[in-house]
C-alpha cells in the first residue's frame, strides 16, 4: 500500500487528510519491466552481430559479445578505447558526415562500410547500421549493429581479379575479338584488332562492317548474321577486310549473337589472320606440281599394264633397279620376271586389282634382274583402267633387298625378345603391385632359362630396401631391411648403374655375412627406374660357368625399365584409387555436414572415414570447453576399452593439451613418451597403441577441439596423410562449429519468442486493465478458443498463431475513447461507429509487425458474421477465417455470461440456447456444433 498524508486548516480547525492507494499493480509492472529488460540484455549478449553503444566523443559505452569475439578484446579493453582506436583515420569524413546527420536525430538506414584492426592485428571489414541514442537530455551519443562482411569483401576483391584476368585474355588475344550491333557498327574491339587492321580502337567504334569488309565479301557477312538471327547454328567462314592502308587481309571469322532479356542486340565474333595459312595453301599447291615432275623423275620405277599383265611403260629407274633398259621390259608379260615362289601371291593381287578398282594394293615379292639375280621389291598397283586418262593397271615398285636383308636380322633378334613381350602382356593383367611382381620376376627368369632371384623395392617411408618378393635361394637369405648405399643392392640403388657379380659368395659388396649365399651362382643386379628415379633393384642369377650375354643384359634392360614403368603406373593407379576413396569420403562428410544438425552423429560419420582412409586402428574428437579451458570426449571409433571416454585434459596438458594450446599438430611414437600423463599412459597400455597424432581443429579462428588418430603397429605417415588429416581436421571443425552455431541459434529464436509472447501477455493484461468489467476475459476466451481449434484439427504452428490472435483481439480497442469504451449504458450510433473501428484499427497496428501477421485473424475478423452483416469488411460464410470464426462463438458466450453495466449476465442454458439459434447467422454451424457437442465453453465460466 502506498499512504500520503496532508495537514491543513478548515477555519480554524486542523484536519489531517489521508490518501492511501494500492500499488500492487505497480509494483508487478515494475518487476515485469525489469524481467524484460534483462531478457533484451540476454537477447543483445547472444546476438550475432555486433552491437554497439558511443557517445559523441567517439568513446565505447558499450558492446556486445559478438564484437568481442570478432575483434578479441575483451569487453573491458573496448570500454576503455575510442572508436579511433580500433578505426583507420581515412574514414573521418564519414563519421563526421554521419555523426551530424544522427545529431539531427536521423536513423541512418544506408550501412557504411570501415575496416579495423583487431586485437591479434588482423583487419576485420565491417557493415555498419547507425541510429541516435537519447537520454532525458537528448542525443548523447549513437547506437548500431556492425556485421562482418570480411569474407563477403575477399569475394568481391577475387571476382574483381577475375574480371581482371578476363579483360587482360580479351586484350592479349592474338585473334580479333569484337561486338557490333545488327546494325554492323562496331561496339567493341581487342588490342589485336588495331594491330591487324591497322585502326586505332577509337577508330574502329566509327565504323561500320560495311566498310571494313571487302565489297565481294560483304553480303556473305550480312547472310551469316540473318542466319544466326533467323535461328541458324553457330558456323565458321572465311572473307576478307581492307586494312586502313588498303592491303587485304584474309580472315577465318566465328560469330555468335549477343542477346538481351531474350532477344539479339548484336554480334560477338573472333577473327583469325590466316594470311600466313593462305599462303601455306598456295605453297602447298606450288609443291604438289613439283612432286608431279618429281614422280616423273622418281627413283622408284613406276609402270604401266594391260589388263592382261602386258608392260605399256616403264620409267626410267627400272636401269637402275634391275639393270633392263625401259625398251627391254616393253611388251613382255609382268609374270615372266617373277620368283616362282612368289608367282600366286602376284597372281592372287593381280585379281584383286579387278576386284577393287581404284583401289591401291601393296605385295612383296622377288622380281629378277637382268644378271639373274633376284631383287626383292614393294609394289603398289591401282586399276585405273575406267580413267580415261590412263587407262591402265599402275604399279609403283621399289628395291627393298637391303630392308628385307635388315629384317631377317630383326627377325633374329626378336626372338630374344619375346620374352620382353611376354612379360610385358603379362603386367598388363595385373592390377597390383603383388600381383605384378612375382609375373615379372617369374618370366624374367624363365627368358633367361634360371630358377634364382629376387626384387628388393625401396620404401621412402622408413628410407630402407626391403624384399618384395624371392625365387631360389634367395628366398633363404636374410631379409633384414638395408640402407641405400649398403650391400650390393644398397649399391645398385644409390649408383643407378648395373653391377655384374662373376660369384655373388666371393663379391666384396655382398652384405657382411654373405656365407648364406650358395657358391658357383653369378649373375647381375639392375636398377629398377621410373623416369630418373630409381624405385628399386632386380636380382638375377645363374649357375656357373654359364654368364649373361650381352644381349641377355640388354633384354634384361629392357625388363627393369618395363618393371619400373609398370610400378610407377600402379603407383599412380593406387594413388589416384586412394585420392578418389578420400574424395567420395570429403564428399560423405559434407553430405552428413548439411543434412544432419546432430554434432555426434556427424562426427561418428568423420571418424568412420578416418580410420577407413587413414588406415588408424583408432580415432577420437575431444571438444574444448571454452567455460572450464578442458577437452573432454566427444566421440570415437575402434577403441577396445572406455579408457578415452574418461578424457577431461586442461589446456596446454598431454599431448591433446599441447595441440590445442599450441595450434599445431602433435605427434608421438615412443611409449616412454606417454609415461608422464596417467591417462594417456593407461589409455596406451589399455588399448596396444603405438603411434598417435593430434590435430587441433580450428574453425573461423577459435579453436573448437582435438581430432586424435591412433595406430597399434609402427606407423610412417607420408606427406600425403598428414595433409589428408588436416583436411579431415578441417572438416570436423566445420562440422563442429556448424553444431555449435546451430545449438546457439535454436537458443535465440526460444528466447526471442518467449520475449515475444511475454510482450503479448502484457498488452492483454494492459487492456483488462483498462476496463475492470472485461477482467479475465482474454484469458478465458483465449484458452477456450486454443481447446476448441484443437478440437478441429488445428496444428501446434497453427495453435500458436491462434493463442497470439486471442490475447490481442481487442487491440484495436486502445483506440476507442474511454468515456465509449467504459460507459455503462448503451452506445449511440455515433458512438458504435467509432467502437466497429477497432478490428481496423487492430488490423494497422498489428499487420506491420511480420512477426504478429499470421495471428490477424482474430483480431481483424472475429466480429464477422457468418451471413455477412458483420464488420469490419462484412466477411460472409468461409470468407471468414476459420479461427475467427471459432472466436466469435467463444467471445460472445464469455461477454453473455458475464455482468455488464449495462445488463446482468445470462444463465448458461440461455446462452447455449441464444448461440444455436444464431447458427447460419452469426455463427459457423460447423463450429456451433462442435462447440456444443465438445463442452468446451462450460469448462471455464466467468467468475
Known amino acids: 500500500m502506498e499512504f500520503v498524508s496532508n495537514v491543513y486548516l478548515v477555519g480554524e480547525e486542523q484536519v489531517i487528510q489521508c490518501n492511501i492507494r494500492d500499488s500492487t499493480e505497480h509494483t508487478r509492472l515494475v518487476a515485469a519491466l525489469q524481467e524484460n529488460k534483462k531478457k533484451y540484455h540476454t537477447l543483445v549478449t547472444q546476438f550475432p552481430d555486433g552491437i554497439f553503444l558511443i557517445d559523441l566523443s567517439g568513446n565505447i559505452l558499450s558492446v556486445n559479445k559478438a564484437i568481442c569475439d570478432g575483434l578479441g578484446f575483451s569487453e573491458e579493453e573496448l570500454r576503455s578505447m575510442n572508436i579511433w582506436d580500433l578505426v583507420p583515420d581515412q574514414y573521418l569524413d564519414q563519421y563526421k558526415t554521419r555523426l551530424t546527420k544522427i545529431l539531427q536525430g536521423k536513423i541512418l538506414h544506408e550501412p557504411s562500410e570501415y575496416t579495423v584492426r583487431g586485437k591479434d592485428g588482423k583487419i576485420l571489414f565491417l557493415e555498419v547500421l547507425s541510429a541516435p541514442y537519447y537520454s532525458e537530455k537528448g542525443i548523447i551519443g549513437f547506437q548500431g549493429i556492425a556485421r562482418d562482411i570480411t569474407a563477403r569483401k575477399r569475394a568481391e576483391e577475387a571476382l574483381r581479379e577475375s574480371e581482371d584476368r578476363f579483360r587482360e585474355l580479351f586484350e592479349n588475344a592474338n585473334d580479333i575479338v569484337y561486338t557490333h550491333d545488327l546494325a554492323g557498327n562496331y561496339t567493341s574491339v581487342n588490342r589485336a584488332s588495331e594491330q591487324i587492321t591497322g585502326y586505332t580502337r577509337e577508330e574502329s567504334l566509327t565504323l561500320n562492317i560495311a566498310q571494313v569488309v571487302a565489297p565481294e565479301y560483304l553480303a556473305l557477312a550480312n547472310q551469316m548474321t540473318q542466319s544466326k538471327v533467323s535461328g541458324g547454328t553457330p558456323t565458321s567462314y572465311q572473307l576478307e577486310i581492307l586494312a586502313k592502308d588498303g592491303h587485304r587481309v584474309p580472315l577465318e571469322v566465328s560469330t555468335r549473337l549477343i542477346y538481351r532479356e531474350g532477344n539479339p542486340i548484336g554480334v560477338q565474333g573472333i577473327a583469325r589472320d590466316i594470311t600466313k595459312r593462305k599462303r601455306a595453301e598456295e605453297a602447298l599447291h606450288e609443291s604438289e606440281e613439283r612432286f608431279r615432275a618429281l614422280i616423273e623423275n622418281s627413283a622408284d620405277v613406276i609402270a604401266l599394264f594391260t589388263g592382261e599383265g602386258i608392260i605399256l611403260y616403264e620409267s626410267p629407274s627400272v636401269r637402275r633397279i634391275l639393270g633392263y633398259s625401259p625398251a627391254e621390259m616393253v611388251g613382255h608379260n609382268g609374270f615372266e620376271f617373277i620368283h616362282p615362289d612368289d608367282y600366286a601371291d602376284c597372281q592372287e593381287l593381280f585379281g584383286k586389282l579387278f576386284q577393287l578398282p581404284q583401289t591401291p594394293v601393296t605385295i612383296e615379292f622377288r622380281h629378277k634382274r637382268k644378271d639373274d639375280t633376284w631383287a626383292w621389291v614393294q609394289a603398289t598397283g591401282t586399276n585405273l583402267l575406267a580413267e580415261p586418262s590412263v587407262k591402265a593397271l599402275i604399279v609403283n615398285y621399289q628395291d627393298i633387298t637391303e630392308r628385307k636383308r635388315a629384317e631377317e636380322t630383326l627377325r633374329q633378334r626378336l626372338t630374344e625378345l619375346e620374352a620382353v613381350h ?227 585434459i586442461r589446456l596446454g596438458e598431454d599431448f591433446v593439451g599441447r595441440a590445442a594450446l599450441e595450434r599445431r599438430a602433435v605427434q608421438a611414437n615412443d611409449p616412454a613418451q606417454v609415461q608422464n600423463s596417467s591417462h594417456f599412459a593407461a589409455l596406451w597400455a589399455g588399448e596396444g597403441f603405438t603411434a598417435y597424432y593430434g590435430m587441433p581443429l580450428i574453425a573461423k579462428g577459435q579453436v573448437k577441439g582435438v581430432l586424435e588418430v591412433f595406430h597399434r603397429a609402427a606407423f610412417h605417415p607420408e606427406p600425403n596423410w598428414i595433409s589428408f588429416l588436416e583436411t579431415l581436421a578441417g572438416q570436423a571443425a566445420i562440422a563442429i562449429d556448424n553444431g555449435q552455431l546451430f545449438d546457439h541459434m535454436q537458443r535465440s529464436n526460444a528466447d526471442l519468442a518467449l520475449a515475444y509472447d511475454a510482450t503479448i501477455e502484457g498488452w492483454s493484461r494492459a487492456l483488462d486493465l483498462r476496463d475492470k468489467e472485461t477482467e479475465g476475459h482474454t484469458q478465458r476466451v483465449t484458452e477456450i478458443t486454443m481447446r476448441l481449434a484443437k478440437a478441429m484439427g488445428f496444428g501446434d504452428a497453427e495453435l500458436i498463431h491462434i493463442h497470439r490472435g486471442g490475447l490481442l483481439h481487442d487491440i484495436g480497442k486502445m483506440g476507442v475513447p474511454d468515456s465509449i469504451l467504459l460507459k455503462p449504458d448503451k452506445l449511440t450510433n455515433e458512438e458504435w461507429k467509432l467502437m466497429r473501428m477497432h478490428p481496423q484499427l487492430a488490423f494497422n497496428l498489428i499487420s506491420p509487425i511480420n512477426y504478429l501477421r499470421p495471428a490477424l485473424d482474430i483480431p481483424y475478423c472475429h466480429h464477422e458474421k457468418w451471413d455477412g452483416t458483420g464488420y469490419p469488411r462484412g466477411l460472409e460464410g468461409e470468407q471468414i477465417p476459420l479461427a475467427a470464426r471459432i472466436f466469435a462463438v467463444v467471445d460472445v458466450w464469455d461477454a453473455l455470461r458475464t455482468d455488464r453495466p449495462y445488463r446482468a449476465a445470462w444463465s448458461e442454458d440461455i446462452v447455449l440456447e441464444y448461440i444455436r439459434s444464431q447458427a447460419g447467422i452469426h455463427f459457423d454451424p460447423q463450429v456451433v456444433k462442435v462447440c456444443l457437442e465438445s463442452g468446451v465453453l462450460g469448462t471455464l465460466a466467468p467468475e
Open 422 to 648: 611376354t612379360v610385358s602382356s603379362a603386367l598388363r593383367t595385373a592390377q597390383t603391385r603383388d600381383e605384378a611382381l612375382p609375373i615379372l620376376l617369374d618370366e624374367t627368369l624363365s627368358a633367361l632359362e634360371t630358377d634364382a632371384g629376387a626384387i628388393w623395392l625401396y620404401h621412402s617411408d622408413s628410407g630402407e630396401l626391403r624384399a618384395a618378393v624371392n625365387r631360389g635361394w634367395f628366398g633363404q637369405l636374410d631379409q633384414t631391411a638395408m640402407k641405400p648405399g649398403e650391400g650390393i643392392a644398397g649399391t645398385v640403388f644409390t649408383s643407378g648403374q648395373a653391377h655384374r657379380s662373376t660369384e655373388f659368395a666371393r663379391d666384396p659388396l655382398a652384405r657382411p655375412g654373405g656365407s648364406e649365399i650358395p657358391a658357383g651362382w653369378g649373375g647381375v643386379c639392375l636398377p629398377i627406374r621410373s623416369g630418373a628415379i630409381t624405385v628399386g633393384v632386380l636380382f638375377v642369377a645363374m649357375p656357373l660357368p654359364c654368364q649373361i650375354t650381352p644381349e641377355q643384359a640388354q633384354v634384361l634392360e629392357s625388363l627393369s625399365e618395363m618393371a619400373g614403368t609398370t610400378l610407377h603406373r600402379m603407383n599412380l593407379h593406387e594413388e589416384t584409387v586412394r585420392q578418389l576413396d578420400r574424395l567420395e569420403a570429403l564428399h560423405s562428410i559434407d553430405l552428413a555436414i548439411n543434412a544432419s544438425m546432430d554434432l555426434r552423429v556427424t562426427l561418428n560419420i568423420l571418424l568412420e572415414h578416418v580410420n577407413t582412409q587413414l588406415n588408424a586402428d583408432a580415432a577420437s574428437v575431444l571438444l574444448l570447453n571454452p567455460h572450464a579451458q578442458t577437452l573432454e570426449y566427444a566421440a570415437g571409433r575402434g577403441f577396445r576399452t572406455r579408457i578415452a571416454e574418461t578424457a577431461h
